[in-house]
Each structure stands twice: as structure tokens, then as C-alpha cells.
């Protein structure tokens, strides 16, 4: 069974950095793409980054220049590196994994962590 597990997420002042990790296990396969999601309260989760297992990436524009995004496939693992943290950054933040199929696209979550930044 797919398990995503996040760590890395807690409490920062603005400006600061935090790093998300995530390990996908019970996986006999590469995942097509990896991804952070977030969601405030009140909100919608929204996507924050992707990257493929091509290394191709995406990030919303909220967070360009200040997060990056890396995968180590290898160890079926992806990262978040945030930076020049904002209070609006706040959010409980969940890994995701994606496998296409022919017909479909599954989608796995990790439980999310916590990432509150503070003014």
C-alpha cells in the first residue's frame, strides 16, 4: 500500500525558511509527477509545486523565486525548500504523488503538516 509521510513543516517569522520532505513508501513504481498542495483555513488546497520525473517543474505564482522544488526518485522522495517565508504562507501542507494510467490519473496524499509562519 502507497504511504506518503511529510515532515519538516512547524513555526517561523517571516522571512525565514523551512524545508518539506516527503517519502513515498510501499510504491513498487515511479510516481509520474510529485507536488506540494496547501490549504489555509477557509481555503481551497491549492497546488504550490509539481515536478516530473522528468525534472520538469511548475509552481504557482505566489511562491516563484521563493520556493524550490526537488525530487530524489531513487529514494521515491520529494522536497520543498521555502524561503523568504510570508505570514499568507501559513497553511497545513500535503505532499502528492501522481501515477498515470491509460484511462485515469491516481492520486495519493500524505496526512499534511503544519506550516505556520508568523508576523
Known amino acids: 500500500q502507497v504511504q506518503l509521510v511529510e515532515s519538516g513543516g512547524g513555526l517561523v517569522q517571516a522571512g525565514g525558511s523551512l524545508r518539506l520532505s516527503c517519502a513515498a513508501t510501499g510504491s513498487p513504481f515511479t510516481f509520474n509527477a510529485m507536488g506540494w498542495y496547501r490549504q489555509a483555513p477557509g481555503r481551497q488546497r491549492e497546488v504550490v509545486a509539481s515536478i516530473t520525473s522528468g525534472g520538469g517543474t511548475n509552481y504557482a505564482d505566489s511562491v516563484k523565486g521563493r520556493f524550490t522544488i526537488s525530487r530524489d526518485i531513487a529514494k521515491n522522495m520529494v522536497y520543498l525548500e521555502m524561503n523568504s517565508l510570508k505570514p499568507e504562507d501559513t497553511a497545513v501542507y500535503y505532499c502528492?504523488?501522481?501515477?498515470?494510467?491509460?484511462?485515469?490519473?491516481?492520486?495519493?496524499w500524505g496526512q499534511g503538516t503544519q506550516v505556520t509562519v508568523s508576523s
Open positions: 502528492n504523488a501522481k501515477r498515470s494510467l491509460p484511462s485515469m490519473t491516481l492520486d495519493y
